[in-house]
T-cell receptor, first 113, second 116 residues
Framework: QQQVKQSPQSLIVQKGGISIINCAYE??????FPWYQQFPGKGPALLIA?????SEKKEGRFTISFNKSAKQFSLHIMDSQPGDSATYFC????????????FGTGTRLKVLA | KAGVTQTPRYLIKTRGQQVTLSCSPI?????VSWYQQTPGQGLQFLFE???????NKGNFPGRFSGRQFSNSRSEMNVSTLELGDSALYLC???????????????FGPGTRLTVL
């Protein structure tokens, strides 16, 4: 199975709060897990990515937590700001054999001022 | 460096027509992937081209086809358009072939196709 399940579908957070988006995958062969941020009228842009050999990666206010045994990974946005309001997609790629990006269905985040 | 460009940005067609979308990757990038984005389905992979060869294909009907030219520019064609083809079509380019891991994709702004 090459699905990536993403939740929640939408999220409303107060300014300064923590936004958490979760993804679960099924194929243990996936070995690269990026998160993309998409603003209206724009294409998705890479935000942060993680490999399965680490359990956490932090870049500024954005952190990916990775649980290999549970086949889950999540994006945490600390001190959420109104400018973070966007749609977030998780993805997974398969580096061996047939390769393509498998995307989650997206989470629409709204940060209230 | 200029980013990924897609033309046209907006397109309105009627059922049964065909359409061709164009994508110019970032200079030096040799891989181009196409995605269909809809509110309900998210990003669905269509196909990927590397050095003028189709490397991977998603689960779309044969009405969806593509090609890549020697300058890495790519076109996507949809024949016999259906109402359900209305979507944002995104192109993404990457430096290396998609068979190599940790290969960042850079997305264009997309072409918004509306089928009436």
């Amino acid at each position: 199975q090459q699905q990536v399940k993403q939740s929640p579908q939408s999220l409303i957070v107060q300014k300064g709060g923590i936004s958490i988006i979760n993804c679960a995958y099924e194929n243990t062969a996936f070995d690269y897990f990026p998160w993309y941020q998409q603003f209206p009228g724009k294409g998705p842009a890479l935000l942060i990515a993680i490999r399965p050999d680490v359990s956490e990666k932090k870049e500024g206010r954005f952190t990916i937590s990775f649980n290999k045994s549970a086949k889950q990974f999540s994006l945490h946005i600390m001190d959420s700001q109104p400018g973070d309001s966007a749609t977030y997609f998780c993805a997974a790629t398969l580096s061996s054999g047939t390769y393509k990006y498998i995307f989650g269905t997206g989470t629409r985040l709204k940060v209230l001022a | 460096k200029a980013g990924v460009t897609q033309t046209p940005r907006y397109l309105i067609k009627t059922r049964g027509q065909q359409v061709t979308l164009s994508c110019s990757p970032i200079s030096g990038h040799r891989s181009v992937s196409w995605y269909q984005q809809t509110p309900g389905q998210g990003l669905q992979f269509l196909f990927e081209y590397f050095s003028e060869t189709q490397r991977n294909k998603g689960n779309f009907p044969g009405r969806f086809s593509g090609r890549q030219f020697s300058n890495s520019r790519s076109e996507m064609n949809v024949s016999t358009l259906e109402l359900g083809d209305s979507a944002l079509y995104l192109c993404a380019s990457s430096l290396k072939g998609a068979h190599l891991s940790y290969n960042e994709q850079f997305f264009g702004p997309g072409t918004r196709l509306t089928v009436l």
